[in-house]
């Protein structure tokens, strides 16, 4: 499942959520990533745009990958501001095996990070800054840039 | 009419335009000096599916989403 969030998320409840969800259905691993915001180059914070219809589609196709391992994925993302120290995503694999889930939670968040459709931004001194030194173009890119 | 939204950081309000495919898109966006940049780094995506050419064609009632370079988490 997806969770999408206005602002900061509140660990303790998803992660306890997620955990009751599954913690009968016979999974021998449960594997979750949880990412702070930290204080580094005088930032107040993060915020995020995001795009849900192909970030719910981009979800989909990493839901039927975990499927064939018979394992399960779940995501929780902010949008909007998160301050210091606040987490703005959580992603977690349940999976009968550790191994298969340590690999499977490894190429989910790289995959995220390089394709999912959301943006950051910086808050700093009250403006909201595009971290465009920390983005990475999603595959495909520049399809419409001057080939000249 | 195609509409052409600009997604995330791109400063730029939706355009309704009437075309045909990827390449005339391209060819009106490449006459706007501030979205030749986003042009090189956006992923394009028709209806919510990313597309990897620009010869995709177009029709009536299609949405075109530009999608400059993503970092969640």
Not at chain 1, 14 to 26: A, G, R, S
Request: glycine share 6%; charged share 30%; aromatic share 10%.
């Amino acid at each position: 499942m997806l969770y999408l969030y206005d602002g900061a998320l509140n660990v303790p409840n998803i992660l306890k959520d997620w955990y009751e969800q599954e913690e009968k259905n016979n999974y021998g691993a449960f594997i979750p990533f949880v990412g702070t915001v930290r204080s580094e180059d005088e930032i107040d914070g993060l915020s995020f745009d995001l795009y849900e219809p192909i970030l719910k589609s981009w979800f989909k196709a990493w839901q039927k990958k975990a499927e064939k391992k018979s394992a399960i994925i779940k995501m929780a993302h902010s949008r909007g501001d998160v301050m210091l120290h606040e987490s703005s995503y959580i992603a977690a694999v349940f999976s009968p095996k550790r191994r298969a889930a340590l690999e499977f939670i490894n190429e989910f968040v790289e995959d995220f990070k390089a394709s999912a459709p959301i943006w950051k931004y910086d808050l700093r001194n009250g403006n909201r800054i595009y971290a465009i030194d920390r983005s990475t173009a999603i595959k495909g890119s520049g399809i419409l840039g001057d080939k000249k | 009419m195609v509409r052409i939204e600009f997604l995330g950081p791109i400063q730029k309000e939706p355009l309704e335009l009437q075309i045909t495919n990827l390449n005339e898109l391209a060819k009106i966006l490449q006459d706007d000096k501030e979205m030749q940049e986003w042009l090189t780094n956006s992923a394009v995506a028709v209806n919510d599916t990313l597309i990897c050419s620009s010869n995709h064609e177009l029709k009536d009632g299609d949405k075109v989403s530009l999608l400059p370079p993503v970092c969640g988490g």
